[in-house]
């Protein structure tokens, strides 16, 4: 299996500009989680989804902030407009049911807002 | 709700050395613990994981981690560090009763530095 896989892997923009994250789960996971890294506050969860749903979204951090998961094998996170505090680097993570809560992470998207 | 400390932000260790880092939650159900690992440059991956039965969890790498449900605790040991330990490690819980795949709280991180 690929693994979670995530694109870009680095995003360089300008303050204002919109951002989409994606992700892939691993095939046949019910479950996808998008969480937030940064020196300041750690990793962080901001969203995750059962069966393409949306479950929790209380970790997002305002309205610039939305996720999407249109089927199974894809998801998005868009930030429109992107703001320099937006910096981080950005996993997905993805796991079935019964696998007992453990998550497999993707390797990350490095974002950095000018 | 649901926390996890990790008090130590930084430790550093030459090879060989016994290691035992500190983590802490608070919850007072039925819970999931784990560790997970990320070394310089990659993404987290799983170090071990506690559902129920025996305290004392072995991972990979040499790793394990005893659960002590008196103290809250489930600090990661392991006997002798390498150099190539060096990475920053995450204790994280979760409540099994939530869902089949709940969500994960994350403790902020302890950097482990080795030095050769």
């Known amino acids: 299996d690929a693994g979670v896989i995530q694109s870009p892997r680095h995003e360089v923009t300008e303050m204002g500009q919109e951002v989409t994250l994606r992700c892939k789960p691993i095939s046949g996971h019910d479950y996808l989680f998008w969480y937030r890294q940064t020196m300041m506050r750690g990793l962080e969860l901001l969203i995750y989804?059962?069966?393409?749903?949306?479950?929790?979204d209380s970790g997002m951090p305002e309205d610039r902030f939305s996720a999407k998961m249109p089927n199974a094998s894809f998801s998005t996170l868009k930030i429109q407009p992107s703001e320099p505090r937006d910096s981080a680097v950005y996993f997905c993570?993805?796991?079935?049911?019964?696998?007992?809560?453990?998550?497999?992470f993707g390797p990350g998207t490095r974002l950095t807002v000018l | 709700a649901q926390s996890v400390s990790q008090h130590n932000h930084h430790v550093i260790l030459s090879e060989a050395a016994s290691l035992e880092l500190g983590c802490n939650y608070s919850?007072?159900?039925?819970?999931?613990l784990f560790w997970y690992v990320q070394y310089p440059g990659q993404h987290l991956q799983l170090l071990l994981k506690?559902?129920?039965?025996?305290?004392l969890v072995k991972g990979i790498k040499g790793f394990e981690a005893e659960f002590i449900k008196s103290k809250f605790s489930f600090n990661l040991r392991k006997p002798s560090v390498q150099w190539s330990d060096t990475a920053e490690y995450f204790c994280?819980?979760?409540?099994?009763?939530?869902?089949?795949?709940?969500?994960?709280?994350f403790g902020s991180g302890t950097r482990l530095s080795i030095r050769p």
């Open positions: 919850y007072g159900g039925t819970v999931n």
């Open positions: 993570a993805s796991t079935y049911s019964g696998r007992s809560d453990t998550q497999y």
């Open positions: 994280a819980v979760s409540s099994p009763g939530y869902s089949s795949a709940s969500k994960i709280i």
């Open positions: 989804f059962n069966n393409n749903v949306p479950i929790d």
């Open positions: 506690y559902f129920s039965g025996d305290p």
